[in-house]
């Protein structure tokens, strides 16, 4: 699987990690940055990895900050992204199984390197259930 990965500069150890240990799953990475613990601005990365998601160049995607809203506000602002905040396997699961996530945001200052990798693994394991959902997921689009 092909997925879009983006973070700021509190978000590049986790993100370095997380590609380093999905690889080993064969799972591909087009990262879109930062790639240093430089200052930056998160709206740079976010927007260029959503839109990947959005056009089908990546089939997912993962977006990493310090409390994971700035780039998860980012990427909703895209008409194809239906991108959710998570932070354990649980809400992981239920945006995927329910609400069609096709982002996950991570709060990197609140995670390990582990609980996130579990995390994201969850993500890409569930299922969209469809059905019942379906009707508000269709609701989303403005």
């Known amino acids: 699987m092909k997925l879009a990965i983006a973070s700021d500069h509190a978000g590049v150890e986790l993100k370095a990690y997380l590609k380093a240990q999905m690889?080993?799953?064969?799972?591909?990475?087009?990262?879109?940055?930062?790639h240093t613990t430089d200052s930056c601005d998160y709206p740079d990365?976010?927007?260029?990895?959503?839109?990947?998601?959005?056009?089908?160049?990546?089939?997912?995607?993962?977006?990493?900050?310090?409390?994971?809203?700035?780039?998860?506000?980012?990427?909703?602002?895209?008409?194809?992204?239906?991108?959710?905040?998570?932070?354990?396997?649980e809400v992981a699961e239920l945006a995927r199984q329910h609400n069609d996530a096709n982002m996950i945001c991570l709060p990197a200052r609140f995670l390990s390197q582990e609980e996130a990798l579990t995390i994201v693994m969850a993500w890409l394991n569930a299922?969209?259930?469809?059905?019942?959902?379906?009707?508000r997921v269709d609701k989303i689009p403005v």
């Open 23 to 34: 690889e080993a799953y064969g799972h591909h990475f087009e990262d879109f940055g930062t």
């Open 45 to 89: 990365y976010a927007h260029p990895a959503a839109e990947a998601v959005e056009n089908g160049t990546c089939e997912l995607g993962i977006l990493i900050c310090g409390s994971a809203n700035g780039v998860c506000m980012t990427a909703n602002k895209h008409q194809g992204i239906r991108a959710a905040l998570v932070w354990n396997t």
């Open 127 to 135: 299922t969209y259930e469809g059905g019942r959902h379906q009707r």
